[in-house]
């Protein structure tokens, strides 16, 4: 149980086009989901915090027009990365929380890798 | 502000070995999770174990375990019988009263065959 997918795995777009991510949780409800961005050899920073039928709320330094997210449903939240530039490039994950069995915990998708050329 | 704190980078140890990874962290909150997440060259995130701070049992889970101490305010993995699966980034993480993971740096396992 508690399985996290994530679409796609992998992309490459050109500067200034706009690139969407899904993260579906596929056996759970989560009320609210969480996006990261990971940089090689680097820790998880969390980027927003998503939750069901609201706005999302982001982190100091991450640009919410830039970084637009969408959680539609208690199984799918959309990050889209709107006019990506190579700085852009990066490890994107999302994860999804649940309370079930009474422990909160967050489990993550397998992660989408973004090349902007 | 929440802090977590992995003090060992990278470690190596031979197959069949018992290894221990640790992890402090700095809260004023009393009611809290601990959790150990283990990241292999896939990428994918994979929750090890964690842990409730009002429970004073150290959670377990088949090889893997933690010494959790709550007054000293740490949050150790050890993994026994060591296997070339294991090798991988392990992150330590405290969850916060807004649900959110503050995250340790990593430590970095390899296991040798």
């Known amino acids: 149980g508690a399985v996290v997918s994530q679409h796609p795995s992998w992309v490459i777009c050109k500067s200034g086009t706009s690139v969407k991510i899904e993260c579906r949780s596929l056996?759970?409800?989560?009320?609210?989901m969480f996006w990261y961005r990971q940089f090689p050899k680097q820790s998880l920073m969390l980027m927003a915090t998503?939750?069901?039928?609201?706005?999302?709320?982001?982190e100091q330094g991450v640009e919410k027009d830039k970084f637009l997210i969408n959680h539609a449903s208690l199984t799918l939240s959309t990050l889209t990365v709107t006019s990506a530039h190579p700085e852009d490039s990066s490890f994107y994950i999302c994860s999804a929380r649940t309370a079930s069995g009474g422990a909160d915990t967050q489990y993550f998708g397998p992660g989408t890798r973004l090349t902007v050329l | 502000a929440q802090t977590v704190t992995q003090s060992q980078p990278e470690m190596s140890v031979q197959e069949a070995e018992t290894v221990t990874l640790s992890c402090t962290y700095d809260t004023s909150e009393n009611n809290y999770y601990l959790f150990w997440y283990k990241q292999p060259p896939s990428r994918q995130m994979i929750l090890v174990i964690r842990q409730e701070a009002y429970k004073q049992q150290n959670a377990t889970e088949n090889r893997f375990s933690v010494n959790f101490q709550k007054a000293a305010k740490s949050f150790s993995l050890k993994i026994s019988d060591s296997q070339l699966g294991d090798t991988a980034m392990y992150f330590c993480?405290?969850?916060?009263?807004?649900?959110?993971?503050?995250w340790g740096a990593g430590t970095k396992l390899i296991i040798k065959p």
């Open positions: 056996d759970f409800q989560a009320t609210t």
């Open positions: 998503s939750n069901e039928g609201s706005k999302a709320t982001y």
């Open positions: 993480a405290f969850k916060d009263s807004n649900y959110q993971l503050i």
